[in-house]
Nanobody, 121 residues
Framework: VQLQASGGGLVQVGGSLRLSCATS????????IGWFREAPGKGRERVSC????????YYSDSVKGRFTISSDNAKNTVYLQMDRLRPDDTAVYYC???????????????WGQGTLVTVSS
């Protein structure tokens, strides 16, 4: 099983980035894929989640209206489009997979490595 997160970088306030999570080794359609982030000195938090079982999506209040999660089933890849970025979005972003509908932080089955997003003011 592999999850490969990419797309992080340095961006100015108000800018955009698109993160990708390429997956392999499990049945993509049976899993929910989530994006999590860990800012310096803070715990890991759930940012967004997409369930392939029922096509539902979840966004944390802090990113709702600015971030969009999507999935390309043909490529087994999930994307996180991040717009109107703010300095408090600076964090290492991780993608993770769990069998089922939701993305509970403590119950994710597989994790990818992180990709760093830095938003400069």
């Amino acid at each position: 099983v592999q999850l490969q997160a990419s797309g992080g970088g340095l961006v100015q306030v108000g800018g955009s980035l698109r993160l990708s999570c390429a997956t392999s080794g499990f049945t993509f359609e049976e899993y929910a894929i989530g994006w999590f982030r860990e800012a310096p000195g803070k715990g890991r938090e759930r940012v967004s989640c997409i369930s392939h079982s029922d096509s539902s999506t979840y966004y944390s209040d802090s990113v709702k209206g600015r971030f969009t999660i999507s999935s390309d089933n043909a490529k087994n890849t999930v994307y996180l489009q991040m717009d109107r970025l703010r300095p408090d979005d600076t964090a290492v972003y991780y993608c993770a997979a769990v069998q089922g509908y939701y993305c509970p932080l403590s119950e994710m089955d597989y994790w990818g490595q992180g990709t760093l997003v830095t938003v400069s003011s």
